[in-house]
């Protein structure tokens, strides 16, 4: 539908020119018409059947109201009828009204009668729009009452919303069912509903100046769905838009900073316990290939290597300058930088906004912006790629490559992330700090992720983000290939307070953050453990192919956890199919439960195991196998994982993958196998019911974003 | 307020006489009347200074109705007037009427006028009673409408209420605020309203016949509350009570079954794979000191020990008899084992009630009751209880004494309770599978563990409970004393239903478990890993002495994680006192953020952790730690846990005692800190902001529901 933009670009104009923020009830609904936005309509009739036309075109039903200027009264006068309910009774009302009008006042002068529609019934929704400084114009939906007042069950998606985002809508909010009819209520006609708040998106895209819009309440009924009531805001000095290099732009910089072929340390030295000296001993003992340039004001070689007085110095192109200088230098060494042409410079240095030194920061943006050197930090351990065996970083270097890239906008949450990951042998691609994100953010990371063929899933940890916008634009795109998972941390206001205190952002409305994540394809981890469990798992999970996941369990203590679990994480049981349950019956014993979960009872031998997991592999039915081991003496843990892993590799050599992930019960032997069995591409963990689930969901929950089921 | 059971008595006898299952509305408004539950008041005024008499007594504002056998259509007759507002209004109305109706049939008998209390405004809510397979009588709490139809948003109590109770329902609900007044509305009679729940809950426990009762709705105003219509079913045939020793028979029979001087074990054999033979192997190398009696048909003597063919020719007593025969043969062991007097049998075979076999279930607790032994399962592990050394199971002995017990109906689960126990290094004082509960269960073991002095945490995993309403008595009571937690599974429908084809347990309504258990002062472990930590750590917890949470870190990203987890925690981040903010400010540098968390920054020497955790503890303002470390060189993770229970220990020394948790971010070294840390009093978890704070919360969970804080 083409929307009318320049009647409503003449009625801002208006309002701009008065000085006002604000629009008049009758702009307001001027407005909505102009996008489609369905208001109250009404009309004056001058006959009988003008009335009933009228009331026809508008649906019914009507309430019909005698025009006369003489008229001030007109209940007095017999001049008002409601719920006119069709065409022959609007006749009849018109003359009803004529004719009482007629006797109340012989005088009067009767203009005709005006016919207005009767919005009533139905379920009172609120369609609104918001403007977030970090993802800028989101349209907002919930129900009317206190279901939105008090419980704040409200749902929001990036406007402009594609009909799929606002239907999406109706089912976001936790009394959804409402809109379905309860009661003996009707279901609300969700396409009109969602028109309108498609056409509530568009109208906010098309005038950003439209800080604020609330339609409130918004009648929806069987029939249609009606704004009986429209306030909207304006605020003629927008934020600017926070500037984005292009992604091609993107992608050659980032290509050069994370695989690069000559790394300069700027403040490389030979002191032990210097930052200087830490990264260089990384760089060299992480077994780093390229060509590696200390900078220093008067050393001439260190740790084996030629030193240079400034980049400027060094003969060759420079990939990436690591700054290991104290914050009141940077400035100078990075306009040498910039006047080498490297394209990226990673600012370990602390001293800028995280201590309250602004203006330092916006300084280094400045001139970072000015010889286009892309900036990661300051304020950051640095990063690592491991393909490379690159650890520019003051920690350690990382021993595990594979595909997993992670990063942290924190330092601390950075040293987790290294101590898990090599706890875990966790095969890593790269390790990124973020810190200020003076300039480098997550956009860019998942933009050379992206086409990063060293990485298959993405993991990060943000308190904030700088342009929301732009990470759902490249999120959307990239996690429709490889899983993307966030923590985000300040999820609540006491801990968004401490991310302020602590990196002087601005937290969102976490549920903004919810829902755009959601409609981002991003997979959100609850807390830390989560975000590196997800990480760990998602890549060594293979894609299920559809919903039906089964339990197969030697304790049934374990299948009613893993059930809760289950739901928890919103992953379907399959109901087995007769033939299905027969097949399993026939390799457990008689009073083993088979349904779902498959219940082999608790004194079973590794053939029982086999038969049932291999059944599971199998049949084209089953999608995702969910295990629980009850270590027992004869089934013992370690025999448990290596049939496990035996029929998986028989399996795979048919061309059968499917995600299996175990939960392990037992002695303490269980952690020996549960590592046997991660290694060989089962997720498993001991003494948890809860964790297996969890990062089988997670990976279920990106194939679903990423329209793979 | 006494009530008037003799009138209700009358009416149900009444009904049942009628063979009728449901009361009419006027039954179910006297019933009310006599139990002081407010109805709609009413009476019938023969002149108009009675009319405003009774309405002035009813409240206003009122209706006002001709009553009169010839006048069927009172509105045509100018016969109602409604929204009577005062005395003087009433008293006019009367008058109106009258003449009205005489008006409109001059011959017509006129009674009078009815006055009618009118219910409008205020809040519409539910107020009811339901039965319980398990938990009996409970009394239901919620708004009206969708909120407890679509988001099942209700709450439930035992019934009787206490005041306490009844006011918690009323904040129970997560539209709670509703009550409290939104959009301008006033808030309810808190008071008048909780008094209905009472009085509703007094009702159903004085008559257990009434199986279902529905106030709905209840329309709760500023000035009180009144129930619009009222809904009662009967039931004449109501389940038994469940058998119940006294407390002091279950106190002294468990003493001698958990820290036995004598043990039988039947079934015992030298022939290694069996499990007589790894009971009797358990006993003897788990170093258990009493006599044991090897009972077998024909065996004189097994592992060193006089074998005896049945315990009726064992010399001395016997404290417990441990079963390892097949089932079919337990029934004839259990009759020797009561003619021995033997108070306790722990039936470790499977084979009954959960493969099918009911009646055999319950031909041994026929026998169980009639000789009065107490049956432990069938269908378990058996027990463990450690400071007798005691080890009644097939599984393997445990090491680590301690003040943690544990129980689980499940065998897969008891098993992965043993093996985080012993990875852990906790501390147990017993840990015992309760599998089918053919008599033995939660309450038993609770009534056992609140006077056992090496307890002083218990820990339980279950899928139903058999007798909730005598649990929650135990619970209440023991809970006062030490901190109970229970895993309940079978949470959601779909764990709930595998919960029944593994032991035929009837799940009830999570809703109602989780209201009840915490009414009872139970802490809920929401999984597995989540009730495994919550034992381990409580006992090294200290008892916090008021609200106030302080976290302090060395890693500004930890503290935005840790403040989210105290809000999803239930713990109160305390607004920092001026000079305590100034007190902190002294120790950390200029850029670092005092008030709460305390940012202490990452490159701080150990002092600074050292005399911040001092101020911390010695501050009385402050109840609780949090401490979040991050991994430096100039702070290894050994030199902070050491500085950390070095401060700690100093404080006990001067008699302070707080809890302390940490969350250690760093490399693997974090590990061993970890550990150590743990080891000496403070919970501590690498790579995880979730679990410090998680444990916190269900100690202070605890100390909440005992009355502490």
Redesign the interface.
């Known amino acids: 539908m083409a929307h009318d933009k320049t009647a409503v670009r003449s009625i801002l104009d208006k309002v701009k020119s008065e000085g006002r923020t604000s629009l008049t009830a009758p702009e307001g609904r001027f407005v909505c018409d102009a996008y489609g936005i369905p208001v109250p309509q009404e009309g004056v009739a001058k006959s009988a059947a003008e009335a009933a036309r009228l009331a026809s075109d508008m649906g019914f039903p009507v309430v019909l109201k005698i025009v006369s200027p003489e008229i001030l009264h007109k209940t007095e006068a017999g001049g008002v009828l409601v719920g006119i309910k069709d065409a022959a009774a609007a006749e009849q009302g018109f003359a009803t009204i004529m004719a009482n009008a007629k006797k109340y006042d012989a005088k009067a002068n009767l203009v005709g009668v005006q016919v207005q529609q009767m919005l009533s019934g139905g379920q009172e929704v609120i369609v609104g729009a918001v403007s977030d400084p970090s993802f800028g114009k989101l349209v907002a939906f919930g129900?009317g009452g206190?279901?939105v007042?008090?419980?704040k069950d409200a749902t929001f998606r990036l406007a402009p919303a594609s009909q799929e985002d606002a239907l999406s809508m109706l089912d976001g909010i936790?009394?959804a069912?409402?809109l379905k009819g309860?009661?003996g209520a009707k279901a609300v006609n969700r396409e009109a509903l969602a028109l309108v708040i498609q056409r509530v998106s568009e109208l906010i895209t098309d005038f950003p100046e439209i800080s604020e819009l609330d339609l409130n309440p918004v009648f929806a009924t069987d029939r249609g769905a009606t704004a009986a009531d429209v306030r909207i805001v304006l605020d003629w000095n927008p934020a600017p838009a926070r500037y984005r290099p292009s992604q091609d732009d993107i992608v050659r910089a980032m290509n050069r900073i994370m695989k690069p072929d000559a790394v300069a340390v700027i403040g490389a030295s030979a002191e032990a316990?210097k930052i200087g000296n830490?990264v260089m001993k990384n760089l060299i003992n992480g077994g780093y290939q390229g060509k590696l340039y200390p900078i220093h004001p008067k050393a001439d070689e260190i740790m084996g290597h030629q030193a240079y007085k400034s980049v400027k110095d060094v003969p060759g192109d420079i990939d990436v300058a690591v700054f290991a200088i104290p914050a009141k230098f940077v400035a100078q060494a990075l306009v040498e930088v910039g006047e080498k042409k490297i394209p990226g410079a990673v600012l370990i240095p602390?001293?800028f906004a995280?201590?309250?030194n602004v203006e330092g920061q916006k300084e280094i943006q400045e001139i970072g912006r000015k010889y286009n050197v892309r900036l990661m930090g300051p304020n950051i351990y640095g990063f690592y790629y491991t393909w490379k065996n690159l650890c520019a970083t003051f920690?350690?270097p990382y021993d595990f490559k594979g595909h997993t890239a992670l990063s942290?906008?924190?330092?601390?949450?950075g040293?987790?992330i290294?101590?898990?990951s090599?706890?875990a042998k966790m095969g890593v691609s790269a390790i990124v700090g973020l810190g200020n994100k003076s300039d480098l953010d997550e956009d860019d990371l998942l933009t050379f992720f992206e086409q990063d063929d060293n990485t298959n899933v993405i993991a990060m940890?943000c308190?904030d983000l700088k342009d929301g916008r732009s990470f759902a634009d490249v999120a959307k795109r990239v996690s429709k290939k490889k899983p993307v998972v966030m923590?985000k941390?300040?999820?609540?206001?006491?801990?968004?307070?401490?991310?302020s205190?602590?990196?002087g952002a601005l937290a969102g409305n976490d549920k903004i953050y919810d829902d755009v994540l959601r409609q981002s394809g991003v997979i959100r981890a609850p807390?830390?453990?989560d975000m590196?469990e997800y990480a760990r798992a998602i890549p060594v999970l293979a894609t299920p192919k559809g919903e039906n996941v089964v339990?197969i369990?030697?304790?049934?203590?374990?299948?009613?956890?893993?059930?809760?679990?289950?739901?928890?994480n919103k992953l379907t049981?399959m109901t087995m199919p007769q033939d299905l349950d027969a097949a399993f019956r026939k390799f457990i014993p008689?009073?083993g439960?088979a349904?779902n979960?498959v219940?082999i009872t608790?004194?079973e031998p590794p053939t029982t195991y086999k038969n049932t997991i291999r059944l599971g592999l199998t049949d084209p039915r089953i999608h995702a196998l969910i295990l629980?081991y009850?270590?027992t003496?004869i089934t013992p843990p370690m025999v448990f994982a290596n049939l496990v892993v035996e029929v998986i590799d028989e399996m795979k050599a048919q061309g059968i993958h499917k995600p299996v992930v175990a939960s392990?019960?037992?002695?303490?032997?269980?952690?020996e196998a549960a590592e046997y069995l991660f290694q060989h591409g089962v997720p498993a963990y001991?003494?948890?019911?809860?964790?297996p689930v969890a990062v089988l969901g997670a990976k279920y929950k990106w194939a679903r974003g990423a329209g793979l089921l």
């Open positions: 129900l206190v279901l007042e008090v419980l936790a009394a069912d409402v309860v009661r316990g830490s602390s001293g995280e201590t309250g920690c350690t942290s906008q924190s330092g601390g949450i040293m987790a290294i101590g898990f090599r706890s940890h308190e923590l941390a300040g999820r609540t206001s006491l801990g968004a307070r401490a991310a205190s602590h990196t807390g830390l453990r590196l339990i369990t030697g304790a049934g203590g374990s299948g009613v956890l893993l059930s809760d679990a289950c739901v928890d049981l008689p009073f439960a349904g979960p219940d608790g004194g629980g009850w270590h003496i392990l019960a037992g002695d303490v032997q269980v952690e001991p003494y948890s019911t809860e964790m």
